[in-house]
């Protein structure tokens, strides 16, 4: 006699339902760079991006970046700002800053007083929606110019001092000081200065040197990346 078993295997397939994405704030400069060129043009936008049927509308702040101050984008601000509204909202007669749509603003020709921080956030969300910030550099360049003392020419085995001065410009990045291609950095010293705001910048090296045979129709170069 033969016994058949048969075996019932019940497979039990569990779903689970992905949570949905988090919502988040973007911050966007068109074009996306580090540091932008004078006279050239950038828009900025706040968004939130993957909302949900209740998040609140995200809000666009520019701040100043030598007081703090911390002003709300709107198409009044551009358009008639209050008294104390930064100086670069009361002095635009000519429309540098353009209202696009909410929290999308346009600057055209721009100038180094542009420079600033701006901010996107959702101050009105339930849900604690993390900021982005991010600051708009408008570069200033700016031509080395040198000192050479107590005279020229320079004499033989005199002591001399020699100075690179960059004045109003706008990043310091960094620089090399060369005689025919000959790195003297070290041979002398270093000092900046920043204003509160990063522009203005003044860079200035100098160094006292021995006059040698070896400095005779000598080429000296100051290379300050900006």
Known sequence: MYTITILL???VISTVQPAPPRSATKLTFIPDDKYLPLRKEVTIKCEIINPSDHTEPPQLWHVDLKTGKRTSISRALLTNPMEDAPDVFKNNKNQRYSYVNKNN???RD????DSARYECDCPDCADAIASQNRTLSVMKLSTPKW???PGWPLHEESQAKIKCEVNDFFPYVGHKILRN????TNDGKSTSALSNSGYPQKFVWEATITVGAEWHNSTIYCNVLQ
């Open 110 to 113: 721009l100038q180094p007083e």
């Open 181 to 184: 291609h000959i790195d003297i």
């Open 9 to 11: 295997i019940t497979i």
């Open 105 to 107: 603003i346009r600057i």
């Open 147 to 149: 000192e050479v003392g």
